[in-house]
């Protein structure tokens, strides 16, 4: 089961790279948006510091290139990265990628995206947010899911939707939906998208969505979303995911990961 995983979270991340050009941020804070993807500055045994990408779908927590295979310690914001068990991938644009230890780690991870900052919440603040959703653990910690209820409109066609996503900051996307329902299908094929790739049954079809409705009063406009049909699943780790919550989404709220709480926090900037 948790090979398919790896391999369908690895093809979601090589989409992603492929579909959207290189856009560098400027850096007010601790990271920086390259590609549509964060990354962040890892302390490998307090000298060497690492380029690492920052994805909650990282669902075995921690990949490095080969060479930093055999370190003693990580760590992020003065709190030591644990992990059971090293992976390692020969990457290419940065030294790896990492997430927190969902079984284990019981902080709250904030994303600020206006003031490019990172930071892991060490005390029992009670953060209070405009949307704020439960989180479930997949089947042995691999991941983390929430059920978001959105309405999504494209080329004039509407779609009430409740599904249950993957939490993946990888995603650089609105969605990523790997289990589309005939209704979503339906929807699809109303919408304004296009089919960058096909192989049998298998796709890849980008989806532009002209407005989402994550509440009456919390609309995004103009964004993607797409489907990547019979390439891999998620349900084996939570058989209600029809995909990936992405940055795409994110981007738009001061964004809370309270893994004490088992909450995502979504707090709209106010202008």
Not at 31 to 39: E, G, K
Not at 223 to 238: D, E, H, R, T, W
Request: one cysteine or more; hydrophobic letters at 30%; charged letters at 25%.
């Amino acid at each position: 089961m948790k090979n398919s995983i790896i391999f369908c979270w690895l093809l979601l991340l090589f989409i992603g790279c492929k579909t959207y050009k290189t856009k560098t941020d400027e850096e007010h804070g601790n990271f920086s948006i390259r590609q549509s993807h964060i990354y962040t500055t890892v302390m490998m045994d307090d000298t060497i510091q690492l380029d690492m990408e920052f994805d909650t779908g990282c669902i075995v927590g921690c990949i490095l290139k080969p060479e930093f295979s055999e370190y003693h310690k990580l760590t992020f914001d003065s709190i030591e990265l644990t992990y059971p068990k090293k992976y390692t991938f020969d990457w290419k644009n940065c030294d790896g990628m990492f997430a927190p230890n969902y079984k284990t780690d019981t902080n709250c991870w904030h994303i600020d995206f206006k003031k490019h900052r990172l930071e892991v919440l060490k005390n029992d603040t009670i953060i209070r947010g405009d949307l704020e959703y439960p989180i479930t653990y997949g089947k042995n910690h691999y991941g983390i899911f929430t059920k978001i209820p959105a309405t999504l409109i494209s080329n004039k066609d509407t779609i009430q939707t409740n599904y249950t996503y993957l939490i993946d900051t990888g995603t650089p996307f609105a969605f990523a939906i790997l289990d589309p329902d005939k209704y979503f299908l339906r929807f699809k094929n109303k919408s304004n998208h296009e089919e960058t790739s096909r192989k049998g049954n298998k796709y890849i079809c980008r989806i532009n969505l002209d407005r989402i409705y994550l509440s009456p009063n919390i609309i995004i406009d103009s964004l993607k979303s797409f489907i990547n049909y019979g390439n891999g699943s998620f349900k084996p780790s939570c058989p209600e995911s029809v995909g990936t919550i992405g940055l795409g989404i994110f981007k738009h709220f001061d964004t809370y990961i309270d893994l004490k709480n088992k909450k995502l926090i979504l707090k709209s900037y106010k202008n």
